[in-house]
C-alpha cells in the first residue's frame, strides 16, 4: 500500500464485518483517553490553569485537524465543495464544539454540546460498515479523531465544572439539533442533492428504533429529543427539578386565571 492510498483508503479492503477487530481497537483507545481526561479534570490537586491549558490544547487541534483533513481530501481525493461542507452533524460538531470551547460561549455550548456529546456516543455504539476494513486508513482515522474531539471537550469541561446544563436549557438544545437537521436535511436538497440516497443525518436507517408504519424519521427525532431530555435531567437534576415545578405553577396560574375569566 502506498502513502497515498493510505491516505486516501484506496489501498483497504472492505471486510463487511460491522464490529471488526479495528473497531474494537479503536473504541478502547477512546475510552480510555475519554476516562483518562475525565479523571484528570476531577483531580483537585491539579491546578485548574493546567487543566485548562490541556482543554485548550485539544480544541485548538480540533481545529487544525479539521483543516487539515479537508486538505488532504482536496488534494489526494479530488473533494468537491458537497463532499467538504459539513453535511454530516460530525463534520459540523468538529468545527463548531472546539471553536465554543474557546470562544466559552454559554450559549454555544447548549445549542450543541449535549448533541454533539450523544451523536458521538452513538457513532461508536452504532459503527456500521465505518470501521468495517483491513486497515486504519487516514479516513478511518480522521472519523476515530473528529468523534473523539467531539466527546473529549464537552466531557472534560463538564468534568471541570466549567459547563453546567439542566433541563432549563431545552429550549436551546431544541434550536441546535433545528441547526443540525436543517444542515444535513435542507441545504442538501438545496445543493440539488436526494435526502433519501444522502442520509446524512441517518434518520432512515431503522434502526435502533423502529416502529411499523410509522416513517423512521419522526421516530428517531421524537426518541432523540426524549433523550436529550432525560440526559439534560442528569446532568442537572436539582437544577431540573426547581425548572420543571416553575413549569408546572405556570400551567395551574395559567388553568386558574381561565377558569377565573370563564
Known sequence: M??????????????GIEYSPIYWATLSIVLVVLVSLIVFCTIKKIPYKIKQNVLIGVAIFQIFFEIFWRIIFIVFKNATFTTLWPMYPCNLGGIIVPIICLLNSKKGKDL????????????????????SFDFMAFPLLKSALQHTGILIIPAMEYAMGKYKTSIKEFP??????????????????????????NDYMYLRQGYPFEIPGIPSPFVTITFALIIFAILLFALGPKESISEIKKWTNNIKLSFTK?????
Do not use: Q
Open 2 to 15: 502506498s502513502f497515498r492510498d493510505w491516505l486516501t483508503g484506496d489501498g483497504v479492503t472492505n471486510t
Open 112 to 131: 450543541f454540546y449535549v448533541f454533539a456529546f450523544v451523536g458521538a456516543c452513538l457513532s461508536f455504539a452504532l459503527p456500521g460498515t465505518m470501521y
Open 172 to 197: 436551546l438544545l431544541f434550536v441546535g439539533c433545528l441547526i443540525h437537521f436543517l444542515n444535513c436535511e435542507g441545504i442538501d436538497e438545496w445543493l440539488g442533492l436526494d435526502p433519501a440516497t
Open 258 to 262: 381561565k377558569e377565573a375569566n370563564s
